[in-house]
């Protein structure tokens, strides 16, 4: 059973910096997705960003600039590095893959797997 597993989340002050990581065990598909979602108390759920397995990205508007992600496939290991962060940013990060999946539909891909979340709150 694939399992995903998140850390890194905490407090920071506005402005400042946090790493996410998110280990993947027994996931071994050749193409997929994955992607950092991330859902503020009372607010729908967003992607926030999207790798496929062979590097292509892609990031929501809000974030562009400021966050990066990126794969290790040796470790199996998705990061997000976030830099300038901001209060309305507070929320549940989640790091999520797909089943088998081409680089090109990665934009409109199903998200089978799932992390628990890790928990990161800017203050002003």
């Known amino acids: 059973q694939v399992q995903l597993q998140e850390s890194g989340g905490g407090s920071v002050q506005a402005g400042g910096s946090l790493t996410l990581s998110c280990t993947a065990s027994?996931?071994?598909?050749?193409?997929?997705?994955m992607s950092w979602f991330r859902q503020a108390p009372g607010k729908e759920r967003e992607r926030v960003a999207t790798?496929?397995?062979?590097?292509?990205?892609t990031y929501a508007d809000s974030v562009k600039g400021r966050f990066t992600i990126s794969l290790d496939n040796a470790k199996n290991t998705l990061t997000l590095q976030m830099d300038s962060l901001q209060p309305e940013e507070t929320a549940m990060y989640y790091c999520?893959?797909?089943?088998?999946?081409?680089?090109?539909?990665?934009?409109?891909?199903?998200?089978?797997?799932w992390g628990q979340g890790t928990q990161v709150t800017v203050s002003s």
């Open positions: 027994r996931y071994s598909y050749d193409r997929y997705c």
């Open positions: 999520a893959a797909t089943r088998q999946w081409f680089a090109y539909a990665c934009p409109s891909a199903d998200f089978d797997y």
């Open positions: 790798i496929s397995n062979s590097g292509t990205t």
